[in-house]
Nanobody, 125 residues
Framework: QVQLVESGGGLVQAGGSLRLSCSAS????????VGWFRQAPGKEREFVAA????????WYADSVKGRFTISRDNSKNTVSLEMTMLELEDTAVYYC??????????????????WGQGTRVTVSS
């Protein structure tokens, strides 16, 4: 069993930056694929980024490519999402998710078993 806890959300002006963290309990976390998803009011949950177990494989949604960076520190059981050049459209609740095996579609929330409670990011003009 893995428990995930997100932190780092808040209010930021457009063009600014935030760093989200996903902290995990459970020694197996270092072998997990971890993804970040977000859900804006009235919209479906959407993929943001994912990282494989050793950090050498990363994937991004087109909407955040070049602006967001996902990374992990397995010694600290943490996955981070560095968000820069934030846009109004980035406003959402951000969730981290993990699983020991992701079949092939890192962007599908159905591939992930464990989820955090979310952290809210609000980008203002």
């Amino acid at each position: 069993q893995v428990q995930l806890v997100e932190s780092g959300g808040g209010l930021v002006q457009a063009g600014g930056s935030l760093r989200l963290s996903c902290s995990a309990s459970g020694h197996a976390f270092s072998s997990y694929v971890v993804g970040w998803f977000r859900q804006a009011p009235g919209k479906e949950r959407e993929f943001v980024a994912a990282i494989n177990w050793n950090g050498r494989g990363t994937w991004y949604a087109d909407s955040v490519k070049g602006r967001f960076t996902i990374s992990r520190d397995n010694s600290k059981n943490t996955v981070s999402l560095e968000m820069t050049m934030l846009e109004l459209e980035d406003t959402a609740v951000y969730y981290c998710a993990g699983d020991s095996y992701v079949g092939g579609d890192y962007a599908s929330p159905w591939e992930y078993t464990y989820w955090g409670q979310g952290t809210r990011v609000t980008v203002s003009s």
